[in-house]
């Protein structure tokens, strides 16, 4: 089963796990350290995302490093560009009509 990005940020510990490495990369045990789960449900979480494209796993020596790979996020950055096109328009909508009552 092929999963998408939005399958992978629909879970909040998954977002926290994106959140916890956007900076620099983790080692699958200092990852499990940060959250009150089961090392198991934080492997389960990994390859999830992992599938998603939304992080890739390099080993180096023995450990395996878990780093953001921010391009899987690009199909929610473009579902979320037409959110944001109407939301701005509206917004724009309203500051005139704000101004004409002024």
């Not at 916890?20 to 789960?37: D, G, K, W």
């Amino acid at each position: 089963m092929r999963r998408d990005a939005f399958q992978g940020v629909a879970d909040p510990i998954r977002r926290d796990i994106l959140m916890a490495i956007i900076h620099q990369p983790l080692s699958l045990n200092q990852v499990a350290e940060r959250f009150p789960v089961t090392r198991q449900a934080i492997s389960k979480h990994i390859k999830i995302l992992s599938e998603c494209g939304l992080i890739t796993i390099q080993q180096q020596g023995r450990e395996r490093l878990c780093e953001v790979h921010a391009q899987g996020l690009d199909d929610i950055a473009d579902w979320l560009t037409d959110f944001k096109r109407l939301w701005d328009e509206r917004f724009s909508r309203l500051d005139k009509l704000l101004d004409e009552l002024k």
